[in-house]
């Protein structure tokens, strides 16, 4: 018997969009890789090949109008659209970002 040999397409996510942050720390993004389900022309599809494992959500200070660099303060589990900083300090401005990851790597950053 010859073992069967399986590669699944796996490509980097779309990234995340519409991407909010509340006065009280919470993002809320919108998940770029739904799952299985009816496609555009009514056929069934099992999965989508750019689904994430996860979400990486980064954040920047910003002085004087000026983001600084972007650094990791969290992850959320894949289809997760939401996610709480509870690392912010008061009184500062912050700029948030959150990039979808697989295997294949991490994608574009949010809006």
């Known amino acids: 018997m010859r073992p069967m040999v399986f590669k699944p397409t796996v490509v980097v996510p779309d990234a995340p969009g519409g991407l909010t942050v509340s006065d009280a ?21 099992t999965g989508n090949a750019k689904n994430e494992i996860g979400f990486i959500i980064q954040r920047a200070p910003v002085v004087a109008g000026v983001v600084g660099a972007f650094a990791e303060i969290g992850k959320a589990a894949a ?33």
């Open 25 to 45: 720390g919470i993002l809320v993004w919108g998940d770029p890789t739904p799952l299985g389900g009816l496609d555009a022309a009514g056929v069934f599809t």
């Open 79 to 111: 289809n997760l659209i939401s996610w709480s900083d509870s690392t912010r300090i008061a009184g500062e401005t912050y700029a948030y970002q959150v990039l979808a990851y697989n295997v294949a790597g991490n994608s574009l950053p949010s809006n």
